[in-house]
């Protein structure tokens, strides 16, 4: 059993910062890749940062220099660094593991900006 606990969303303003946090637990093995999702009202899941084993990252283009995905591996825990937040970035945001060919989702944080 795998389970990934997401914290940190809230209401921000236009410009500001958030940190979201991701805290897996569970029969860990052989992580590949951890990152994080959103999805907006109305809108398909779209991918917004992942980091794979070896350190590698990958983002979505709109969130490039503003966000920034970090793991602590000990502690199995993802972070995401949000800066200059937009209104267009709220969204709830999910955190994903996937390990084995196996994908796993957290419950998803609200993160909302306000203009």
């Known amino acids: 059993q795998v389970q990934l606990v997401e914290s940190g969303g809230g209401l921000v303003q236009a410009g500001g910062s958030l940190r979201l946090s991701c805290a897996a637990s569970?029969?860990?093995?052989?992580?590949?890749?951890m990152g994080w999702y959103r999805q907006a009202p109305g809108n398909q899941r779209e991918l917004v940062a992942i980091i794979i084993r070896g350190g590698s990252t990958n983002y979505l283009d709109s969130v490039k220099d503003r966000f920034t995905i970090s793991r602590d591996n000990p502690k199995n825990t993802v972070y995401l660094q949000m800066n200059s937040l937009k209104p267009e970035d709220t969204a709830i945001y999910y955190c994903?593991?996937?390990?084995?060919?196996?994908?796993?989702w957290g419950k998803g944080t609200l993160v909302t900006v306000s203009s």
């Open positions: 994903n593991l996937e390990m084995n060919n196996i994908d796993y």
């Open positions: 569970g029969m860990l093995f052989g992580i590949n890749r």
